[in-house]
Structures are given as C-alpha cells and as structure tokens.
C-alpha cells in the first residue's frame, strides 16, 4: 500500500467520493470537481482514474437504481475502501509535514 | 424497461455519437457512462439550448473513446487508446530526426509545393472574385451591341419604355476618358478617374456610402458622390458634403455640389473611379449627345426583375432592334457583370481586363507544381521506407500488431506532410509581399475567406501522406519477422518500377513547364522588339492644350528633330467612324478606324508613305480634304483597283463634320495597337491642334531637352502641368499581362524543377547507398571511377529521356494553341525544344553526378569491410 503511490488526479477523485459520501457516481464527481477545485475534466478522464482506483483496490463500486432523467439507465456508485480511506490518511500525514514548514517560511504570494 | 425509456430519450441525444460510444466504450462501464452523459446532455441542454449541448456531449463521448479504446477486441489485444499514439508520435520523431537530411528535403520539396500552389490559388480567388461584392451581380448585366461594349446613349431609356415588365433597372455610364482638372477653391488637380452616371447607379451596384443618402445622391444635376480617399485629399478631415468642385466636360466648366461620400472601391472591381457625378447635369448642355441613338458613347448596364432570366431578356432584343430599324443581321446580347472583367474581345471596353485563359492557365500551373511536389513526396517516403524492412521485423518479433505498425507508418508520413503544410502557411505569410510585387496585385490574407482552401490543403496534406505511408504501412506491415530480418528484404521490383514512373512523370512535367516557359519569354520578346513600322525610341509624348504654339517652340530647340501631334497615341483606341469609299453606292456606309494627325506625323513616327504623298503644309487642300490610308484599308477596299491606282480616289468622312476629298497617299501599316491584334484599317486626315504633341528628341541629349522643355513650359501651355511620358515605355506597358505571365510561370517552372530535383537527389541517394557494396566490388575488378559514375547515371538518364519523349508533344500542342491567340506570332523552331530537353537532362545528370560521384570515389576497402 505504501508503494503504490496515487497519482494527483487519482487523489483528487477519491477525495471527492469519500465526500460525496455515498452519493459518488461519474457525473457527480465531475461537477464536484468542477465547482471546487475549478477545473473541467472529461467524464472519459474521471471513469479512468476510478477505474485505476478500482484496480488498486481503493475503490469500489456497485450499481444503483435507474432514473427517468437517465433514460431508465442504472448509475454506477463508488464508494471507498478501507485501504482506500488508509492511502489518503497517509498521504495527508505526509503532506502535512511538507506543508508546516512551507508555513513556517511566511512566503507571501502575488 | 431500459430499451423503452432508452427509445423516449435518445431522440434528443446525437444518434451517430450514442452509436460511437457503445463500440468504443468498455462493457462493465458502458452503462454507467451512457447515463452520466445522457443527463450531462439534458443539463446542458437547458442551458445552453440543443445544439450546443450536442457539440458538448460528442465532446465528452470522443473523450471517453480516447480514454478506454476499442472495446471489442480481448485485453490482451487492447492497446490502450491515448497511449499508443503518443508512442506512434515519439517514433515518428525519432526517425524524423534520425534522418535529418533526408526528411529537410522531403519537407523541403512538399511545403514549397504546397506554398506555390496556395499563392497562385489566392491569385485565381482574387481574380474570379472581381465584381462580386455587388449584391445584385447575379441580375446585372451589360447591354453589349455586335462586339461593342458601349451604346447609343438612348438605348437604356428605350429599353425601359418597351420592356419595363423585365427590367427593373438602368444605369447608363458615360466615363470621362481624358484627364481633366478638377478645382477646389483654390487647389486643382488633374484627375482621369471621373464617371457620370443615372440616378440609379447606386441603387444597382453596391457601394458603402459613407456619407450622404445613397437613393438621392445622384438625383439631382450638378451632384457628385467621391470616394473615401479623393475627400481626404481634397477636404481633409471635415465634411466634403454641400462643398462645391469645378470639373471640365467636354470643353466646358461645371460646378457639382458634394452630395456622398463612399468607401473607396474594392480593387477587385471593373470600375475605377474616384469621381461620380450625375448625368444628368449633360441634358441641356449636351443635349443632342445625351440622347444620340447612333453614338457609342456610354456604358448601358441593366438589373433585370426578379425571376427575368437572361435568356428571356434576350429573346426580346431582335424586337427591339428591328423596332429601331436596325439593319438585319446585327444582334445585341446581355453580358453577365462578372464577365466583364474576362472579355478583353469588345471594342471600347471599359476597366482593366485579363483573358480568362491566364486565370486557367495559372490554375494549371498550380496543380502541377502541386502535383510534382506530392509525387516527390511520396517517392521518397516510399524509397525510405523501403530500407525500414529490418525494424519491421524487429518489431514484429517484440509483439508489435499489424495494425500498430501501419498505424505507426501513417503517423510518421502524415505527420511529416503536416509539418510541410505548417512551413507552407508561414512561406505563404512570408512571401505574399514579393508575389504582390510580381503580380501587380494586394493579395491579402483573409482567414475567414480562405478557410475553406486551407480546409482543402489539410486534406491535401492528410491525403498526400496517406499515400506516402501507404506502401511501408501495408506492405512491410505484412512481411513475416523471419523474411524481414533475413533478407534485408527491400524495395520489390513492383515499387522500383513505381518510383520510376514517378520520377517520369515529374520530369515531363518540369520539361513541359521549361518549354511553356520559354515560349511565352520568346512571344514576350518577339510583341516588344517586333518591328512597328513606326519608330518608338527618343519619342516623348506630352499633354497640351496648347498645341501651335508648343509645336512652334519646340521645333526650334535643337535637342528636338520633330514635331508631330495626333488624337491619339498608338496604344490609345482609335475611333471608329463611318466612311464612304470611291466605288460604294451612295447610301452605304463603311466603319473605319480614323484618327487625326498634324502635317509632320509621318516624318516624325517615321513611318514610310508607299504611294502617292503624306500631308503637306503646303498643299493648299490637305487640311479639309486629304485623307491617308494605311495598306489594311487598300485591301479591305476590295474595290477592284490596286494600291497603286488608290491615290487620287475619292473619299468621305461622314461624322459629325462631314468632309470629302481625296486619297494622297498610301502609308505601310504600322501597329498602333498591340500586336495581339492584326492592324486594321487605318485613315488619317489633318487636323490644327491635338491634345498630346509627339516630340522626336535628339539622341544623347534627351534629359537635358527635356529639362530645357520643362523650364518653359508655363509659359508654353499655361494651366497645364508637365506631363510627360516616353513612348516606348508605353507601348510596352500594352504588355503587362503578358510580362506577368512569363514572370509567374518562369518563376513556377524553375520551383518545379527545383522541386524535381530534389526528388531526384533523394533516390539517386539511396541508389548509390544500395549500391555501395556493387561499386566497391567492381572497382576492386578494375572499373574505372567514368565508367562506374557512368553506370549510375546511366538509369536515371533514360528516364530523363523517357520523360522528354512524353512531354514534348504535350508541350508542342499546347505551345501552338497559345500562340494562336495572337495575331503575330514568333517562330517555334525545332531548336527550342531540343534545348528545353538538353537542359532538363543537364538538370538531372548534374543532380545525380554529386551521389554518383561519390559512390564511384569511395574507397572500396571501407564499402565492403563492415558485413
């Protein structure tokens, strides 16, 4: 586990399905990421960093119940895994410690 | 349940995009991922309305396509979809860079191609694009009478009296064809480029107004409309309307009042004026003139009704002219506006004009260089690929796929056909200024206009590298890894024979183009040097109108031999008018040519009197009665007498001031028009004063005169600037289009040969590369180094040969059919086409030599050591 490491966009998209919570499937995950990290991806890059994530057993995923709006198609939902949740703990850890001392620099931007 | 809602939704989602993504999209996902995009599409669908969440969602299905690659082959076969092009990309780079001289010149040979056939390609754009920018150009057309391109002056009002059903409009043209001062308070100008038209010429032809009210502009009399640019001269920054110009009209003064200002006219149109002013200022003062049914003197345009076809408009005109009592036998007909400017065939034509045949012919040079520059490229991948048959193998015993290894292929030759179209674009950029300077033109870049070319030469490029990675990308694909790494299996013999079809094909093509070249040089030289009958040098033609009394002056420096004036100068369009010969009934009538000079014309022009006398001051008669005929005249006569029984033959002059008298004298004919046309019928007879006098200066001492000319000139010809021109230059200037021509096809023939030969490099390379170990092998037997560069050459020779045979009949048709054209050609030898091949072989001997040269000069102990 602590060898493979998680890519950024990787990263990013497991954060976001821990915290949807439940709710994670491909579309949501896009508009999340979207609205707070302000960046536009496909919903192509998304479903292969969850299938990534699938493969390395970081995620995984069921399939939900069909709605009208999506033509009576069932969604595909993620969820995080245990080793899941301990891969971003771990990466949090370390990051944090690269981060205090950033702070401590007082660096001011533009 | 799925299968019925699907079929409610998804006629609102794109159809060939759904169709996509379920082939292209993994199985386990597709569900999920048709869902997700199929609510992203409703999403956007609100909000940014359908279309745009069309474009939106094939965005997303691409994506997704290029992300999880194909779908229904087993894993093991999957390569996974951006990677692998990414990698196809690398190698392409690598090979390109690992063979830098070869790739520079197959890129070289490919965007010079490109780029000469996107400039000639502007240049056809812009001429076919002349007129366009009339909004109603597909319903105005130019009433043309036999082959004259101006009217009776009452033929447009007739016309709309009797056919008004058909007609929407007229406009009548009347241009002032003379240069003519135009005064502002106090500053004047001469101007030339003055029209009066009807009220209506605004309403017909398409013009921005800048200022003014374009549907009462012209209304009035006295009104004028000036371009952009001639306010700006004249007024400056402020407001020209309501201002007051003085213009001169046939001998008289008119004031017009500034009632419009237009943006300045496009170049890429028939008219050039910067003056417009109302017809109908002339109604009283001219007003005979303004309603001539017999005079040729203005332009008659119509705009037909909505839903008139050409066709039944004309239909109508043998009513209409036999309702003038016209004689049977005479036709009129429409000419479409947009044809104006490709007609140089009319008599009193109006405009700059260009023969649609060197629109065509341009085209055609264009393709083939285009076509050379393909060709060149597609050898020479093809010869390239040829020595790739060892990393095939390689590759294929790695695991590499047959489809990987054409897709790899492709990439690299289209890529590189794609890097030739990008340098192209820049050299197109880079050059345009110096091609605008050859051709006379402003060609600009106009994105939006030239995007559907640029569109064509993307597929071009796409296409032209298709074809050059063709051969490597099926048939070394296909070969076994053991027969590859083997045999160093190469070119097969089917290829060889390609490649040298190809290289026959780009030589013909560069020895038509060389002989094409030279024979329109030749024609050039032959219509500038040919003998006038008149001689052209040290002659200086000056504006006066003050003719005596300059003519008198002048004859007494000594830097001037004579003295001479004429209505016109050659060049000039000479009028034609009714005559009435000795030995014709009495009410026939004949048109000719006529033109009036001073008593010294012939002495001055130097053109020689074959019978009887030229005009003589001291001949009583001659300044009312004599009248001169060239030979062309003698012999249209066809009056049953020879030239030599002409002399004293009567002759009448039936326009405007009718004159009779004699014929004194019979002049050689001599070419007061360009030679593209045979002289015609020429009669000369005396008049007092002319508006250009013809000064005949000293050799050597011809600046000086001039300057001692000038110095007097105010006192000579007062309210007259110093206009002068030379002769010469001018009657070369007859022959623009045809300088144009040869600089333009000189220039293209020599890319195409450049381009020829540097295909040629390219495989004499690598047959001397293949050939190594041969050379090496028979200098070591004793061959001489002659015999071995010999030996080389000696293939590429015979397809030099080979390509000259099939060119030069090509060629001679071609060359005989152009010069058809022209009243006077130049001879064609035999010796013209000999040189043209002897040069194309010199050419290709010379660019061979350098490979075989030095293939012939290697030491073969260091060609056969490395096995």
Same mark, same amino acid.
């Given at each position: ?6 890519? *950024?966009?990787? $990263?990013? @998209? ?11 499937? /491909?579309?949501?995950? %896009? ?22 994530? *699938?493969?390395? $057993?970081? @995620? ?11 033509? /009576?198609?069932?969604? %595909? ?34 | ?81 951006f990677v692998m092009w990414k990698n196809y990309l690398t190698i392409a780079r690598r090979n390109l860079l690992k063979n830098k001289g070869f790739s520079a010149i197959n890129i070289l040979g490919l965007t010079v191609g490109m780029a000469c056939c996107m400039l000639l390609l502007l240049y056809v754009q812009d001429e076919l694009s002349y007129d366009q920018h009339h909004e109603e150009r597909d319903r105005i057309y130019r009433y043309v009478f036999m082959n004259w391109a101006a009217t009776a002056p009452a033929t447009g009002p007739a016309l709309m009296e009797e056919y008004g059903h058909l007609l929407e409009s007229y406009v009548r043209v009347l241009p002032q064809s003379v240069e003519e001062p135009v005064t502002y308070r106090d500053q004047q100008f001469m101007e030339s480029r003055v029209i009066y038209a009807d009220s209506t010429f605004l309403d017909v032809f398409t013009h921005t107004m800048l200022r003014g009210n374009a549907a009462t502009a012209l209304d009035n009399p006295n009104s004028m409309v000036i ?641």
């Open positions: 586990m602590k060898g493979d490491n998680l890519g *950024e966009f990787e $990263e990013l @998209v497991l954060l976001t399905v821990c915290n949807l919570n439940g709710e994670a499937y /491909g579309l949501a995950i %896009r508009k999340t990421i979207a609205e707070e990290a302000e960046r536009t991806v496909s919903v192509g890059a998304i479903y292969a960093a969850l299938e990534r994530l *699938e493969r390395k $057993e970081y @995620v995984e995923s069921w399939m939900g119940e069909p709605t009208q709006a999506r033509g /009576g198609r069932r969604k %595909r939902m993620y969820r995080a895994t245990a080793s899941g949740v301990d891969v971003l703990l771990h990466v949090r850890r370390v990051r944090s410690r690269f981060w205090r001392r950033f702070d401590e620099l007082g660096l001011q931007g533009s | 349940m799925w299968e019925h809602e699907n079929k409610q939704r998804e006629h609102n989602v794109p159809k060939l995009a759904l169709r996509t993504l379920r082939r292209y999209c993994p199985g386990r996902l597709l569900e999920g991922v048709e869902g997700d995009l199929e609510e992203f599409f409703a999403e956007r669908s609100t909000q940014y309305g359908h279309s745009v969440a069309a474009l939106l969602y094939w965005k997303e299905v691409l994506l997704v396509c290029a992300w999880h690659g194909r779908k229904d082959k087993p894993a093991y076969q999957q390569a996974r979809g371009t952009s640019s001639t306010a700006q001269k004249y007024f400056g920054d402020a407001n020209p309307l309501g201002e007051t110009l003085t213009m001169r009209f046939w001998g008289q003064s008119f004031s017009f009042e500034v009632t419009g200002v237009i943006a300045d006219l496009p170049e890429t149109s028939h008219f050039t004026f910067d003056f417009l002013g109302s017809l109908a200022t002339f109604r009283q003062p001219f007003a005979g003139a303004m309603q001539s049914t017999g005079w040729a003197g203005m332009y008659t345009y119509v705009l037909l009704e909505p839903g008139t076809t050409q066709q039944q408009f004309e239909a109508i005109l043998p009513d209409y002219l036999s309702s003038r009592n016209f004689p049977a036998g005479l036709t009129a007909r429409l000419q479409p506006l947009t044809d104006i400017r490709f007609d140089p065939s009319l008599e009193k034509d109006y405009g700059p004009r260009t023969n649609s045949s060197y629109v065509y012919l341009l085209l055609v040079i264009a393709g083939f260089v285009l076509v050379v520059a393909c060709v060149n490229f597609m050898n020479l991948t093809t010869a390239r690929a040829a020595d790739r048959a060892k990393e095939v193998g390689m590759r294929k015993t790695l695991g590499a796929q047959q489809g990987q290894l054409v897709r790899q292929f492709l990439t690299e030759s289209i890529g590189l056909s794609l890097i030739a179209l990008l340098l192209a674009c820049v050299v197109v950029v880079v050059a345009l200024p110096t091609f605008n300077g050859i051709t006379g033109k402003t060609l600009q870049i106009d994105v939006i206009r030239n995007l559907p070319m640029l569109g064509m030469f993307v597929l071009l490029a796409f296409g032209v590298g298709l074809s050059g990675g063709l051969y490597p990308a099926f048939v070394l694909a296909r070969f076994r890894p053991i027969t590859a790494l083997r045999n160093n299996a190469g070119a097969s013999a089917a290829s060889t024979r390609l490649r040298k079809a190809l290289v026959v094909g780009q030589f013909a093509i560069s020895v038509f183009l060389i002989i094409g070249a030279t024979v329109v040089f030749q024609q050039l030289n032959y219509m500038q040097n040919k003998d006038l009958g008149f001689d052209k040098d040290q002659v200086v033609m000056i504006q006066t109108n003050n003719y005596p009394v300059v003519k008198e002056a002048l004859t007494q420096l000594s830097g001037v031999r004579h003295v001479s004036g004429s209505q016109h100068v050659p060049g000039e369009r000479i009028g034609i008018y009714p005559v009435r010969l000795e030995g014709m009934p009495q009410d026939t009538t004949v048109l000719m040519r006529a033109m009036s000079v001073d008593f010294d014309y012939f002495t001055t022009m130097g053109i020689s009197v074959n019978e009887g006398r030229g005009f003589a001051e001291d001949m009583g008669n001659d300044a009312a009665g004599a009248f001169v005929l060239n030979e062309a005249a003698m012999r249209a006569w066809g009056a049953g007498f020879g030239i030599d029984e002409a002399v004293g033959k009567d002759f009448e002059w039936l326009w405007g001031q009718e004159r009779t008298g004699k014929v004194i004298g019979i002049v050689e004919d001599f070419h007061y028009a360009s030679l593209h046309t045979a002289v015609e019928p020429l009669v000369l007879y005396v008049a007092p004063a002319h508006r250009s006098a013809l000064v005949r200066l000293q050799q050597g001492r011809i600046q000086e005169t001039l300057r001692v000319i000038e110095a007097e000139w105010a006192t000579l010809s007062p309210d007259m600037p110093f206009n002068v021109s030379f002769l010469d230059s001018r009657m070369d200037a007859l022959y623009r289009a045809e300088q144009r021509l040869s600089s333009v096809f000189g220039m293209f023939t020599a890319i195409a040969i450049m381009i020829a030969c540097l295909g040629l490099f390219g495989l004499a390379t690598f047959t001397a590369e293949k050939r190594k170990k041969e050379m090496g092998v028979r200098k070591v037997l004793g061959a001489s180094q002659v015999s071995l560069v010999v030996l080389l050459s000696r293939e590429f020779a015979w397809l030099v040969g080979i390509a000259i045979v099939v060119a030069v009949p090509v060629a001679y048709v071609a060359v005989n059919r152009w010069l058809s054209d022209f009243a006077y050609q130049v001879e064609i030898g035999l010796g013209i086409y000999i040189m043209s091949a002897l040069a194309a072989l010199s050419i290709a001997l010379l660019t061979v030599s350098y490979q075989a040269i030095r293939a012939a000069t290697a030491n073969p102990v260091t060609v056969i050591r490395t096995e």
